[in-house]
């Protein structure tokens, strides 16, 4: 059982990433994915967040209108496109799964989350 996370890299201010979230070993259908971030010197913070059935998605103000987060169940993987990009979206991002149904208030709460993937890296700079 395990999450992949791949797409990361140096990018531009302005500029655009994909990362993408492929879940091995078990059905990512049935799971709400979030993506989350952590920023040298600071805590790890939730960025995004979709539910199983697609319908609902969350994200922090900070990446609101500019990040949005998808998934696609025929290839078992979630994404987070992030667009006009900033120097302050520079982090490790990290994708996680759990088989709850968050709400608004509790997306954020990592201790909901069964599997993470591996952190990978985001740099936004000239």
Same mark, same amino acid.
């Given at each position: %059982? ?6 990361? $890299? ?5 500029? !655009?990433? &994909? ?5 091995? $070993? ?14 040298? $010197?600071?805590?790890?913070? @939730?960025? !995004?967040?979709?539910?199983?059935? @697609?319908? !609902?998605?969350?994200?922090? =103000? *900070?990446? &609101? ?11 078992? +993987? ?8 900033? =120097? ?13 149904? =968050?709400?608004? *208030? ?10 993470? @993937?591996? $952190?990978?890296?985001? +740099? %936004?700079?000239?």
């Amino acid at each position: %059982v395990q999450l992949q996370a791949s797409g990361g $890299g140096l990018v531009h201010p302005g500029g !655009s990433l &994909k990362l993408s979230c492929a879940a091995s $070993g078990f059905n990512l259908d049935y799971y709400t994915i979030a993506w989350f971030r952590q920023a040298p $010197g600071k805590e790890r913070e @939730g960025v !995004s967040c979709i539910r199983g059935s @697609g319908r !609902s998605t969350f994200y922090a =103000p *900070s990446v &609101k209108d500019r990040f949005t987060i998808s998934r696609d169940k025929s290839k078992n +993987t979630a994404y987070l496109q992030m667009n006009s990009l900033k =120097p302050e979206d520079t982090a490790v991002y990290y994708c996680a799964a759990t088989i709850t149904s =968050p709400i608004l *208030s509790t997306w954020k709460s990592e201790d909901i989350y069964n599997y993470w @993937g591996q $952190g990978i890296q985001v +740099t %936004v700079s000239s």
